[in-house]
C-alpha cells in the first residue's frame, strides 16, 4: 500500500481526515505532484535536487524590471497633479496590480521547483493565490477602464463627487472580487480529497476551479470589447472634432493595453482549458505549462512602457523620477527635481475653474486669456490635458 507521509499513514486513513485538516501536512504536496504530474518517487527526488536555472534567472530579472517600471508609472501618477484624474487612478490601479503580478512571480520563482516539496498546502494556496489575485486585479482593472470610459462619453455632465464616489467604488469593486477569486481555492474549492480532479499545472487546484476562472476572465475580455466598440460608436457619432480627436487618442491607448492582454494571456488561458480536459499523459504540452505563464507575466512589463509611448506628460514625469533617482543627469538641482509637476494645459485651469458648478453641462475654455467664453463639449475632454498625446 502507498504510504501518505512519513509518519508511514496508509492512503485509506488519509483520505479519510477533513481536507481542512490537511493543510499543514507536507505530504500533502508530494502525493498531488506525482499523480497530476505522473512523476515517479525518483523523479520527486531528482527535483529535490535541482537548482534555479537560468530561464528561471531570466524571468527573476523581468520581473525586478516589471517592479520598477510599475512603481515609476505609480510616482508619476502621484506626483504630478495633471494625472490627478479618474482616468489616471485607475491607470495606477492597474499598475499596481502589475507591480504584485511581478513580485508574486519572483516569490512563485524562488517557492518553486525543489522548495515546492518543503511546503505545506496552506503556503502552497498562498503563493498560486497571490498571482491569480493579480491576475484577477489586472482584469477587472482593464473593465474598470472600460467602464469608467463609457459613463465619461456617454453622461454630458459636471463630475464631482459623484465620480470620485464611482471611482472609488470600481477600485474597491475590483480588489475585493480579486481577492475573493483568488481565495477560493484556499476556502476549500481544492482537490485535497480528490485526486482525480487535480489539475495538472496546479496540482492542489481543482479542474473545476480553473475551467471557472479562464470562463470568468473570458466573459470579462469580452465584456471589455464590447463596451469599447460602443465607445468607438459613439465618438464616431460625435460631430465635435476636438474632441473627438482626444477621444480617439485615449481610445487607442486602452484598446492597446487590451490587445497587449490578450496576446500575452491567451496562450496560458488555453494550457488552462486544455488542463480541463487533459492529463499529463495525454497533453504532454501541460508540462511546459512555466514557459506561457512566464510569457504572460510580460504583460505587466509592457503597460507602462505603452504609457510612456503614447503620452508625453507621462514620458516627461518619467524622466524627472528617474532624475531624483540619479539616474539621468537633467542639467537642473536636484531640489528642484523633487518638485511636483503642476499642469500648463489651459484645457485643466479651465477644468478646475468649473468643476463645482451645479450646470448640467460642461464648460471649459480654449485659453486662459478667454476663460469667460464656455462653449458646450463632451466630459471626457475635461478630463484629458491637451498638453497630451492621448
Known sequence: ???????????GAFEMRSKYELYYNRSVIEI?????????????ANKRQERLGILSTI???ICSFIIVEN?????????????HSAMFFFIGNLAFSDLLAGAAYIANIFLSGPWTFDLSPIHWFIREGTAFIALAASVFSLLAIAIERHIAITKVKVYGSNKTCRMFLLIGTCWVTSILLGGLPILGWNCINDLPMCSAVLP??????????VIIFSLILLSIVILYVRIYRIVRSSRQEATNSQAYALLKTVTIVLGVFIMCWLPAFSILLLDTFYNMVSCPILSKATIFFGVATLNSALNPLIYTLRSKDMRREFLRVLCCWGLLESGRPSERCMVPLKSSSSLEHCTNKHEHQTTPIMQECTTCSNAHKPHLTFAPKSELPSSDKW
Request: hydrophobic fraction near 50%; proline fraction near 2%; charge should be positive.
Open 32 to 44: 498531488h505532484y506525482m499523480f497530476a504530474k505522473n512523476l515517479s518517487q525518483q523523479n520527486v
Open 59 to 61: 524571468f527573476v530579472i
Open 71 to 83: 512603481l515609476l508609472v505609480l510616482i508619476a501618477v502621484f506626483r504630478n497633479k495633471k494625472f
Open 204 to 213: 492542489l487546484y481543482s479542474k473545476r476551479y480553473t475551467c471557472f476562472v
Open 1 to 11: 500500500m502507498t504510504l501518505c507521509n512519513d509518519a508511514a499513514e496508509p492512503c
